[in-house]
């Protein structure tokens, strides 16, 4: 910190508003996303899960976004491969494993929803369906809660760039342009929508979109971490001040296949997917952290063997926990139906 | 008791409601500055400000959509469709989100939202003004679905499904807007919802039926009692969850049964009752179950010979519910 | 013709591609179709029809449209305010008031529809529905089918700016987008939607939406015939040279209430539509012609009698006209359903 | 006549007729390279090229209208739904518009679609990848819907599907694909639309299903046979328009019927079929109308003892089947 030449470059992330502590607790989630999900992967392959839809490449921007916001007053509506977003705002591996085992104790949906369905009150993460978009509406209906309210909140949704170009998100963005409300619309464009390419999917820019709903819209590079936490620190401050939604585009790359049921390699090749593991940018950040002088290869060992505990524990826990029982399924279908019948509502 | 309009009770549920409660909000198109296109919210942008009765984009969708989102956070959001004919862009966000919030969430979410929907023909509006919708949303679990047929009912119904925690279509016939006419107390009444209601006793035959049919039947059944036929007619109210013990009951009485409803006959309410019926009580039949309603067209046509083919009138019922009895 | 300095201006019509006799004939379809509308609402005025929606204001966008494009090639999805339209591409005034009350004879629905639904096989006029924009994605759809048949034809669809903010705007947007589909999404943007102000629908332009689909949008004076029909030649040139679909938002004011139900004063001033019948563009494209030396008070004159004349006979055959047998409602379900039950299929 | 999956027939009835008619196209979500998700379309983009076997965006209110867009100049387009869970955005599509096209114009236009979309649970899909959504769309004049149990009826129903002047909404069942395997012709066979199918005679009991549950059916049949009861069974095989003589006269055999579908039970095909027995040949049962369906919950939750508990299997209706039998 005495040489002040260089010190610009490596306090990049106190100029955007992280202090050193949270921009390495902002790896350690990273590294942490990154870990729980690689271990899904093997879970599944072992046949202990049956699914698994990875978000392996989209952990930088999913958790930088998260650290942008703020986790005692925003409404969020993560999508399916939001694992990183999830923990950052604080759901445990061990809860997220429950789900990914379907078990009673998942706080997500009681086993009921597949895996990356995510859902909390407590945390203030709205439930998620499957048909994709339709958490852009609700995102916008919360933002709306909260403008009556007078709450100084946004609401954070998240999508895939397929899912783009469904009708909700045309009439969620153009609806939230309307009122100026304050939320955020995320588009994790990881470039396919299954087996889609994106040039199929839309001939312009998702960013581009914006404009014709009367807000701002901005590509970003959803692997520069400190980028991201930017923009949506921005996009949140526009937010609460009254200036209106936002979209991001993040730009990235799903590196793995869609989910553990595709086998991406007959529609992409190797040689796009390894040039693209070049630019993941959880390495990209940790190099930076490293440079400055905030994180070294023995603090990333150690850590790594916590995360290693930490999974084992919850994967084992998760693995033990008892299924919901199968009476309930006829539970929670309108407001008071489990009382007197052995329900917990 | 003051008399009023179908149309001016439901107006005065949203009104005492959103007075009693900050949570309560209306969207739609054309609710403010306008009223609604038949007047259902006229004045309450007047009283209530532009905050909380908002003219949205022209997106059911998205009135929909945003709605739950609103619900979800806590606030209590009835989000009108112009017509019920224009709330299927709005299906997904019915049946997939609106219906499975509690559920998918194990409890842990819900979904308070009301869609008020205008239902039904006899207005010369042409196929897609016209059209009852019920047998789309009906039988989807987690959604609850009224249809008053009277202005006592549908202000006690609207209060009912303001306040209930889940997700409640409230279908409003058009035609009952300024055709009822009568007294509705300005009291704080609810009238429950899954319960239905016995309009007349008669010994000869049992009408069931929901919404505006209904009033059909009290008038063919005045005629009938002339003729010495008397005629036992149950209103529904609610359509999700059926009432079944009235159901049953209603036909207990009399052992011959007629379902009236203006939707479609194929898949419409009145199929299930008439299952629920042969499930229950086939052995105290007297008559094959009847059922009378709208035929199997897409939409009612706005030519007046054919509308008149479409709707139902109180010439069919007489001429159903005689049929039966003569049975 | 000799005044070489002034000829300029008075041939504009020859430079967007009208020769003198075809810029006569749009504006003699202009004025039809407003004496046309007039007579609608004095017709249900004096209760002779139910209804009425009105396309007063938006004849010269919509006639102008007409006449840049191809009657025996093109596919046709107008709105229901396109009685100009219809005339242009040679529906008879008797056919139109035969739907004004709901007769038998009525092409476009056999007195089944409200007016203002069109369709027509014959005059390639897709049939119509009221839930609004559901043409969009049709327009692709014939727009699709003409390029897999190599047809040198294009897809033309209108809508209000209130509609343009349904789901299927945007969805049939990208698709042709991404497919660069001959369609041309012509936008009447009449600044109401019921009582909706623009404001309230949108808070961007229309046209700016064309971006985030990847083909060019532009805002067009609706007013303008010449300039209507110049976007609309180019746009049709664009579509069938394989460039893809355009987005033309063409800029009018809905001068009647919106139907025959409304009440529009109730949401808007007297001064603002009188400031606006100021900008009508049908005597302004007159006052062209006229200038040019193409057309007089005379000739308006004669014509006039002649619309009077044609209206009042098309009045008196339709009123006259049988309405369809009740029973008829049953026939046309399925195809084939009228055989051998006294139906005409 | 080669062996081949119910998923291989599907398959096999799209490529005969795309062959045969240059007018039959398949355009969806992933069905191009990668052939769907289940591999419905594999290999249709290679024989066929990429502007006959279209990848679209993923917006399914835009598959079903830019489908119906094409079918009414005069195209046969086949519109893949990925699960019939992501239809909803294209229920305004196939309802307001497909159903209706004919209809509306008079009969001057027409629309020719097939919509197929996977139904069905029991793979560990969760409540988005596993439901049925049948009584959304059935009792929808103009449409068509067809529902086949095996692989011989997927593909001469599709085949009839596609040649079909109107909508028809064609429900494959998503458990069936790989496990049903059996002789299908390779020649060009139509499965008429319309008509029910008699799979098994019997005297003690009827059975009435569509889809998987009637292969449930059959083997509990097969068992109840060593019991000494004998079960006939009939496949709706169209559940839109449904063959009503076949149901009456398969009821009239046995007098004791149970209606089978995996879609919740309030509000399904099963409540028709009830109602038009109640009204056909009530005096002729012997036993209040069964129905043994889908529980009246939102849909199936993923883990397995909820699924279990959700799924039709032999065993249920064994039971439910021998409980008739010995009314
Ligand atoms: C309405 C709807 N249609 C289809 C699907 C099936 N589906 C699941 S994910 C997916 C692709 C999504 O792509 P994108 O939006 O780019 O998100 P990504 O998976 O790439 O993160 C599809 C088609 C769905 N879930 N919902
Ligand atoms: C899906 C749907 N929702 C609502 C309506 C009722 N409605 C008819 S016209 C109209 C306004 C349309 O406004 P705009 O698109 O601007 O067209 P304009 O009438 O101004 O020409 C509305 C809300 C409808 N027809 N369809
Ligand atoms: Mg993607
Ligand atoms: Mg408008």
């Known amino acids: 910190m005495n040489q002040k030449a260089t010190a610009a470059p490596q306090s990049l992330h106190r100029t955007v508003g992280l202090d050193d502590n949270r921009a390495v607790e902002m790896y350690k989630c990273m590294l942490l996303a990154r870990k729980f999900d690689e271990r899904c992967l093997l879970l599944q392959r072992a046949g202990k899960i049956n699914f698994h839809v990875s978000g392996v490449g989209q952990e930088t921007a999913q958790v930088a976004a998260a650290f942008a916001l703020d986790t005692q007053k925003d409404y969020f509506l993560p999508y399916y491969r939001d694992y990183g977003f999830m923990l950052a705002v604080g759901m445990t591996t061990r809860e997220l494993m429950l789900s990914a085992f379907a078990k009673a104790e998942d706080p997500n949906s009681g086993g009921r929803q597949m895996p990356g369905h995510f859902g909390s009150k407590k945390l203030r993460v709205l439930t998620g369906s499957s048909p994709v978009t339709t958490q852009v509406p609700h995102a916008v209906g919360a933002a709306l809660a909260s403008k009556m309210r007078r709450e100084e909140a946004v609401s954070f949704v998240t999508f895939g760039e397929g899912s783009s170009n469904q009708g909700d998100f045309h009439e969620g963005a153009n609806f939230a342009g309307v009122q100026k409300l304050p939320v955020i619309l995320m588009c994790e464009n990881n470039q396919y929508a299954i087996s889609v390419p994106i040039a199929k999917q839309l001939a312009g820019k998702v960013s581009d979109r914006a404009l014709g709903y009367g807000f701002p819209g901005l590509r970003v590079d959803g692997n520069d971490a400190l980028e991201m936490f930017r923009a949506v620190s921005e996009a949140r401050l526009r937010g609460v001040s009254g200036e209106g939604p936002t979209l991001i585009e993040a730009m990235m790359y799903r590196l793995s296949p869609h989910s553990t049921s595709d086998n991406d390699l007959a529609y992409r090749t190797k040689e796009e997917v390894d040039a693209n593991w070049k630019k993941d940018g959880v390495p990209r950040y940790k190099q930076y952290l490293v440079e400055a002088g905030l994180w070294s290869e023995e603090q990333e060992e150690a850590y790594l063997k916590e995360v290693a505990q930490e999974l084992k524990e919850a994967t084992e826990y998760a693995d033990k926990a008892p299924y919901p029982r199968a009476e309930d399924t006829l539970l929670h279908v309108y407001a008071g139906d489990g009382n007197g019948q052995g329900g917990n509502d | ?327």
Chains 1, 3 share one sequence.
Request: glycine share 8%; aromatic share 8%; net charge negative.
């Open chain 2, 1 to 327: 008791m003051p008399m009023m309009e179908y149309i001016d009770a439901i107006r005065l549920a949203m009104k005492e409601e959103m007075e009693q409660d900050s949570s309560v909000f209306v969207l739609g198109e054309d609710v403010g500055v306008k009223g609604g296109v038949f007047t259902t919210t006229k004045g309450l942008q007047d009283q209530f400000g532009e905050d909380r009765v908002i003219d949205t984009p022209l997106a059911e969708s998205a009135i929909a959509g945003v709605a739950i989102g609103a619900a979800m956070v806590g606030m209590k959001p009835i989000a009108e469709m112009q017509y019920s004919d224009f709330m299927l862009p709005a299906t997904n966000q019915i049946i997939s989100e609106a219906a499975k919030i509690r559920y998918r969430s194990n409890n842990d979410w819900d979904c308070p939202i009301v869609v008020r929907a205008p239902i039904g023909g006899g207005i010369f509006g042409g196929l897609y003004h016209s059209q009852c919708p019920e047998s789309i949303f009906f039988g989807t679990p987690g959604l609850k679905i009224v249809a008053p047929y009277s202005a006592y009912d549908a202000k006690g119904l609207l209060k009912a499904a303001i306040r209930d925690p889940d997700p409640v279509l409230f279908f409003e016939n058009k035609k009952c807007y300024k055709l009822i006419k009568e007294d509705v107390p300005e009291d704080d009444y609810v009238v429950p919802i899954g319960k239905a209601n016995l309009l007349r006793e008669g010994d000869d035959i049992t009408v069931i039926s929901y919404s505006l049919p209904l009033h059909f039947a009290m008038q063919a059944a005045e005629e009938l009692d002339k003729e010495g036929i008397t005629s036992h007619i149950l209103d529904l109210r609610t359509i999700q969850p059926l009432d079944r013990e009235a159901i049953v009951e209603a036909v207990r009485r009399t052992g011959k049964v007629l379902i009236v409803h203006e939707d479609n006959k194929t898949g419409g309410v009145g199929a299930e009752v008439a299952a629920i019926i042969a499930e229950e009580c086939l052995y105290e039949l007297d008559a094959p179950i009847r059922r009378l309603c709208g035929p199997d067209a897409p939409a009612m046509p706005i030519n007046p010979p054919q509308e008149k083919f479409f709707m139902l009138s109180k010439d069919k019922l007489l001429d159903a519910m005689r049929e039966l009895a003569l049975y």
